[in-house]
């Protein structure tokens, strides 16, 4: 996918290294790629944003089964944006091997990212897997991350988006109910959503863990249904969500879909253009997929999203920081209609 110029390349990630939230967002997409592209991962965690602050490993990861740039067993990660890679490198991996924190060098790997380019790359990994210290050195750049995209394509979408780029007819789940709760004031909250649907959540939620399959969701409107699905997927526990929203991606046109078919590893494909002929190969193809319906289409079979409870909405509003002089109008509106409720915030 890296070869669409509408997603970013590792000239774009060398470029993204001089903006200050590349620092804070970093270490959020590597862990976004590694639960998008490893299925048997026992542990994860990623400090981001201003979490990248304080002491101790950026990332520990422990794998049953890795792959090309996640190791089997346990991997400890530095990284960092600073335009010398090497002495960035140098100064983490001195840390380390001072103090190793609570992972023992000799059952771990030291993996140190770089959003940008460093030709040196290989050769420095070589010179510290010879002092013998840790079980394996490793050192990604920008181009090594631009192929790790290409393996996941739902991150892809989500960074180029979040860069600035228009990846076109398809957009990640994530940035997706992002923008259709934002598009309020105050913005529309996940509890809103759920309020008395507890039964379509389980539903989602249920058919996610499952085997490969269709699901069809009916809501008074297409983006109501997607809005659902995002708020069901985010009841999960972190990491599973985490590898949920690196999966889930809005398909808004055949030609992004048959795109996205092709992926290495699995994703969760929400469709919103009309012919889903392609449907069937999709999850023969170990995809599951989510049909977002509106209420201008019928189906038998599909999960009903009922109206939002009142009282419950009432509470969630209230949550949402809405005044107390319009609550009880409003949770009436968003019991009648949640898009209307969304009209007037």
């Known amino acids: 996918m890296s070869k669409n110029w509408l997603l970013v390349n590792s000239t774009d990630l060398a470029q993204w290294a001089d903006r200050r939230d590349a620092q804070g967002t970093l270490p959020k997409l590597v862990r976004r790629l590694v639960t998008a592209t490893v299925k048997q991962i026992t542990h994860v965690s990623f400090r981001a944003d201003e979490g990248v602050q304080l002491s101790g490993w ?17 991997s400890a990660w530095e990284m960092g944006c600073s335009q010398d890679p090497k002495q960035k490198a140098d100064g983490d991996y001195k840390t380390r091997w001072d103090d190793p924190l609570d992972q023992d060098p000799k059952d771990t790997t030291f993996i140190f990212v770089t959003p940008r380019r460093w030709s040196g790359k290989g050769d420095w990994a070589a010179e510290k897997r010879k002092e013998g210290i840790w079980n394996d050195v490793r050192a990604y750049d920008a181009e090594d991350l631009e192929t790790w995209l290409e393996q996941a394509p739902v991150v892809h979408l989500w960074l180029s988006s979040l860069l600035g780029k228009n ?18 004031s105050p913005p529309v909250s996940d509890d809103l959503v759920r309020a008395g649907r507890d039964d379509a959540v389980k539903r989602v939620l249920d058919w996610y863990r499952a085997a490969p399959s269709v699901l069809e969701v009916q809501a008074q409107t297409i983006d109501e249904a997607i809005a659902l ?82 009282a419950e909405a009432k509470k969630a509003l209230a949550a949402m920081g809405v005044d107390d002089g319009k609550v009880e109008r409003l949770a009436a509106l968003a019991h009648a209609s949640l898009n209307a409720c969304r009209r007037k915030l």
């Open 167 to 184: 990846p076109g007819h398809a957009e990640d789940l994530l940035s997706s109910s992002a923008n259709w709760s934002e598009a309020t």
């Open 58 to 74: 950026d990332g520990v990861v422990r794998a049953a089964a890795g792959n090309a740039f996640v190791p089997t067993g346990c």
């Open 229 to 310: 699905c995002a708020a069901a997927l985010r009841t999960l526990p972190p990491a599973e969500a985490d590898a949920a929203f690196g999966r889930a991606v809005v398909v808004k046109a055949s030609d992004s879909w048959q795109m996205l078919a092709m992926a290495p590893h699995p994703l969760l494909l929400m469709p919103t253009f009309v012919d889903r002929g392609r449907v069937p190969t999709a999850v023969n193809d170990g995809h599951h997929v989510l049909i977002p319906l509106g209420r201008d289409e019928h189906s038998e079979n599909a999960v009903e999203v009922p109206r939002l409870h009142r």
